[in-house]
């Protein structure tokens, strides 16, 4: 079956500092790429995708790349901020109808 | 909660009760989804309904059961074979077709007392 891996599982930033997360895939049908953001015991909200015809998007401090080829998508943040600590999980979508979301990584950012 | 409704919040069951989570949605899509989250964990896929009067079983659909009667809704129901159900549960809608994300409700969490 379809198996996506997310690392790290846990990271800690400086406030300021950059944070990459990456997530690896297995299905090469998957065209859709989403980053979810859920804070503590609140619903997943969608905070950034792309799309496989694209390598890179980006929107203010956020930005998402893909290697289509190598099956990984990553989210990277600059300049955070301890808003921005959350669980963030990458969906890759696995069919026409479903995602499979990876195992979550928990970003702490540090005053 | 931008479009797509659950209720209750809080739910408690006891052994052997089946219960019912509602999910509503006014934002016209198509798909709609269950999701249960363990507590430090992700996402797993329990059913989800691409159209009216049709859904399909995710990863965990054991003591679980869906009905699509309506566009708007798509209620879960938690059934006494379902042993460990303490979890926050997550519903989802799509427009049609997996490439727009999901919108998510706010969750129920619900406990075994």
């Known amino acids: 079956g379809e198996n996506v891996e997310q690392h790290p599982s846990t990271l800690s930033v400086q406030e300021g500092d950059s944070a990459v997360i990456k997530c690896t895939y297995s299905?090469?049908?998957?065209?859709?790429f989403p980053w979810y953001k859920q804070e503590l015991g609140k619903r997943p909200q969608l905070i950034i995708d792309?799309?496989?015809?694209?390598g890179e998007k980006k929107d203010q401090r956020i930005a998402v790349t893909l290697n289509k080829t190598a099956k990984h998508f990553s989210l990277h943040i600059t300049e955070t901020q301890p808003e921005d600590s959350a669980v963030y999980f990458c969906?890759?979508?696995?069919?026409?109808?479903?995602?499979?979301f990876g195992t979550g990584t928990r970003l702490k950012v540090l005053a | 909660d931008g479009g797509i409704t659950q209720s209750p919040k809080y739910l408690f069951r006891k052994e052997g009760q089946n219960v019912t989570l509602s999910c509503e949605q006014n934002?016209?899509?198509?798909?709609m989804y269950w999701y249960r989250q363990d507590p430090g964990q992700g996402l797993r896929l329990i059913y989800y309904?691409?159209?009216?009067?049709?859904?399909q079983k995710g990863d965990i659909a054991e003591g679980y059961s869906v009905s699509r009667e309506k566009k708007e809704s798509f209620p879960l129901t938690v059934t006494s074979a379902q042993k460990n159900p303490t979890a926050f549960y997550l519903c989802?809608?799509?427009?049609?077709?997996?490439?727009?994300?999901?919108?998510f409700g706010s969750g129920t969490r619900l406990t075994v007392v």
């Open positions: 989802a809608s799509s427009p049609q077709g997996a490439s727009y994300g999901y919108t």
């Open positions: 299905d090469s049908a998957s065209n859709y």
């Open positions: 792309i799309r496989s015809n694209v």
């Open positions: 969906a890759p979508q696995s069919g026409t109808y479903k995602y499979i």
């Open positions: 934002l016209n899509h198509d798909a």
């Open positions: 309904s691409q159209i009216v009067n049709d859904f």
